[in-house]
Each structure stands twice: as structure tokens, then as C-alpha cells.
């Protein structure tokens, strides 16, 4: 979004933890936001505290204080609190605000319940890589969001990675895929390294291998958007390395694994807002 799209704004980001706390720090870094109009808050006052010396934004415990007259809410709680920080604030958020929440399995009904008017909610489910600019969003809208509220959030997140816009029934999905993914390709790059140790590499030499590998090769699904396949066929010389070191891998069974791993996350998605 870069700078001075938002500056007169107040914007709160409530559960500034792991991934509250990325958004915070990236969307300073790249201007989208000022610490003047910056509220956060956590639950542990010394965490709040480090947030204030470390980010300069106004940084404390107090929901309602962050919310009054903001005009954008991000809640970005675990999923199990998310209902109770809505009744805290409710009193406080109008339908002239926008409130954006990150927390998997929550519908945008569950909040829309929760407020006391029609207030307009968007649902966004980011991920880690959005610390570097390298995020993944997906993004859709409930019943009293228009699409000039989906718009400004999706600015948000365009800033700090990519976004895409989906009907809140995928957005388990994206949960079990994009937002738990970065864990997936890290065991994957972390064996890779192990191997090339294995092999007789020293290990920062592996790991750089192995990471700028997944790297160029996700870069070129992107960029050329060929059918990862096609791609994979083009490393895979007839009598050669690869199709060995593939052999193994459809052997130890990696793609039904990781099939298996997104479907098992998707289905924990479905049931944590209401467990
Ligand atoms: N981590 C990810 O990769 C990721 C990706 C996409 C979406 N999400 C979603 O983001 C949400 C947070 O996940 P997380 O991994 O960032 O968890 P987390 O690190 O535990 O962060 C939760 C934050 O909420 C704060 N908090 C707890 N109760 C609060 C309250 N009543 N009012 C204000 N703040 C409160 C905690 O404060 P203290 O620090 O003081 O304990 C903590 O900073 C979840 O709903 C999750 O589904 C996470």
C-alpha cells in the first residue's frame, strides 16, 4: 500500500502475538502505517510495554481504549477469544468502522453476532512470509461488508505479499493450505538440508541450497504459471538423478503425506472456533 493511503486514520490491531505482531511490524516498515495512528494491545502488560519501546505505536491492555474512534479493528486473538474480545468491544464499533479479523474458523458471522450494529467485517487468513513482504492472503467479506471495505483491507495486505479474494466457504481451506503451509515447507527444507549434510555438505552451504532452491522453483510457478508437472519433467533426464531421487520420494508416499497433512489441517480449522 505504501505510504499516506490511510495517514488520518486510526487503526487498532488487537493481539499483537505472532501474527498480529508480523502485520504490525511489516505495514510500519513499508509506511502503510504510522505509530502516531497505531493502536495496539495484548494481554500481558510487559508485553505491551516492549511493543511501545521496540514500535513507538501506542501499545497497552485495554480493547476498548485501542477501538474508540479507530476506524479500521484488526483482531488477530486466537480463535477461542475471538467472541469475547467482540463483546468487550461491541459497545464501542459502528458501522462506520471496519473490522478485519485474521483468526482461523471464525466465520464473519460468528463476530457479526457479536456487535450490536451492522458493522461491516472482513475475514482475511494471511501467513508468516508476510514479515518479508512475501505473504499469502486470502481474503472475503460478510454480510454488511461492501466491496470498497474488501478493497481497503485487501491494501493491507497487498502491501506486505500477495492476496486473493474467496467465498468465506474456502476459507478452512486456505487455513490448512497457505496459513499452515510455511510450516510444511520448512520440515521440507529442513530435511532437504539434512540430506545434503548427509551427503557430505557443510550445513549452511545445504540449507542455502535447499532454501533458494524452493524458493526459484516456486518463483517459476508463479512466473510462468507452466503446470508444476511440466516443470518437474523438465528437471527429470531419462536415465538420470532425478527420476531415482523421485522413485524414492513416491516410495515414502510425499504426496499423499502432504494431501493428507493440508486435509487433516482444514479439518482442524472447521471445529477451533468452536471447541
Ligand atoms: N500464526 C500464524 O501463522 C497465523 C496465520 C494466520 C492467522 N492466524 C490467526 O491469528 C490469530 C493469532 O494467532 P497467533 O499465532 O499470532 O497467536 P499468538 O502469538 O498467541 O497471539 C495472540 C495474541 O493475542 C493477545 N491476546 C490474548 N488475549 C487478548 C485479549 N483479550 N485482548 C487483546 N489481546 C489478547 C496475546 O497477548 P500476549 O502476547 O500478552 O499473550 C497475543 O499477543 C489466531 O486466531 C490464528 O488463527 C495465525
Redesign the pocket.
Known sequence: MGRGVTPKKKVAV????????ILLQALLRDGSLSPAQTWT????PE??RALKDKLKVHAG?D?LEAVRDADIIFI????Q??V??VR?IRAHVNRNQLLIS?????PTEMIERGLENEVPVVRA????PCVLGAGMTALCKGRFAQKHHLDTAAKFFDAVGRTVIVDEKHMDAV?GLS??G?AYIYIILESLAEAGVKVGLPRDVSTLLAAQTTLGAARVVLETGDHPALLKDAVTTPAGCTIDGIMELEEGKLRVTLIKAVVKAVQRAKE?AFS
Open positions: 488487537l493481539g499483537a502475538g505472532k501474527i498480529g505482531g494491545t495484548v494481554a500481558h508485553r505491551a491492555t480493547n488477530c486473538v486466537k480463535p477469544v475471538v469475547d474480545v468487550e485474521v483468526a482461523a474458523s471464525v487468513m494471511p501467513n508468516t487455513t496459513a499452515s510455511p477451533l
